[in-house]
């Protein structure tokens, strides 16, 4: 008996000792307007794995991505921006600026603008937006913004253009869409495309006339009734929308071949089905 308790205990001290050996720190940016992966913009010690890293001051800006313009890898696990801070990418076009864990937004908002023009990436694991939502807003500079990773989360997202007036507009592409329940704001001249298909629970606000949602060839894009927003038809209507119905929607759809549904809300099947079921009692009381 005494040498299975020594091993059970030995058991688990092997695996707390497992679990502390995963265990991330925290750490967050002492001063602002420094790449992300220089020391001093920690405290003294570049990012490493192992670590997670929180910035989390509101002064702009809070931190540059890619300052020399490069593609870059963030040296630690994960990157959170929080607390109204206000970060700029700097990597030029044709770069891409990766985070290999996940890259959160609760309360804060990040800038695309670099000095090159070009379309360039970021990508993380997940792009998770908290309760406090996020701003992802760029330059007119750029092309194509991808965000590679699978965005998630409860709050909501705002896209824009940092710089509204003149020149054309930009394209932002999020590859992977899974368990978002936040409510997206598209303006300022954004073109909004997804990687897959997906069903809203939160909505969408193109109420913007000069912004667009691309749907893509064989995609479907579906919605709860009251929740897709427009500038042309305000609240779209419940329906399933695709070659000419979807071109009928108006401008700030960009028919690549998918198509775009809008559910009824139950309420409103439940009353078509009641109005299904007098017609048919009516219809047999006329032919009895």
Do not use: H
Not at 196 to 206: A, K, R, S, V, W
């Amino acid at each position: 008996m005494k040498q299975k308790k020594k091993t059970a205990s030995m058991l688990v001290a092997l695996a707390v000792a497992a679990t502390m050996a995963g265990y991330s720190d925290t750490v967050y940016n002492a001063v602002n307007n420094l790449d992300w992966n220089d020391a001093t913009e920690w405290g003294g010690s570049a990012p490493t794995a192992g670590n997670d890293y929180v910035v989390n001051t509101g002064a702009y800006p809070s931190m540059r991505i890619g300052a020399s313009g490069a593609s870059s890898t963030f040296g630690g696990d994960n990157l959170i921006l929080t607390g109204g801070s206000d970060s700029l990418i700097k990597a030029n076009g044709g770069t891409t600026s990766t985070v290999t864990g996940n890259l959160t937004f609760d309360g804060a908002t990040l800038r695309n603008g670099p000095n090159t023009a070009g379309d360039n990436t970021l990508a993380a694991t997940q792009f998770i937006i908290g309760a406090g939502g996020g701003t992802l807003t760029s330059s007119r500079t750029m092309g194509i913004w991808t965000l590679d990773g699978t965005l998630t989360g409860s709050g909501d997202l705002g896209l824009s253009i940092y710089n509204p007036s003149g020149g054309d507009g930009v394209v932002i592409s999020i590859t992977g869409i899974s368990g978002y329940t936040g409510a997206i704001t598209v303006t300022s001249d954004v073109d909004l495309e997804f990687g897959t298909d997906y069903t809203f629970t939160g909505g969408l606000d193109i109420t913007d006339a000069s912004s667009q949602l691309v749907v893509n060839n064989g995609q479907t894009l579906t919605f709860a009734e009251g929740t897709l927003v427009d500038s042309v038809n305000g609240t779209v209507a419940a329906g399933s929308y695709s070659g000419a119905a979807l071109d009928g929607l108006g401008s700030d759809y960009i028919n690549n071949g998918g198509t775009v549904v809008v559910i009824p809300e139950p309420g409103t099947l439940g009353l078509v089905g009641m109005m299904g079921g007098c017609l048919l009692l009516i219809r047999r009381f006329i032919v009895m």
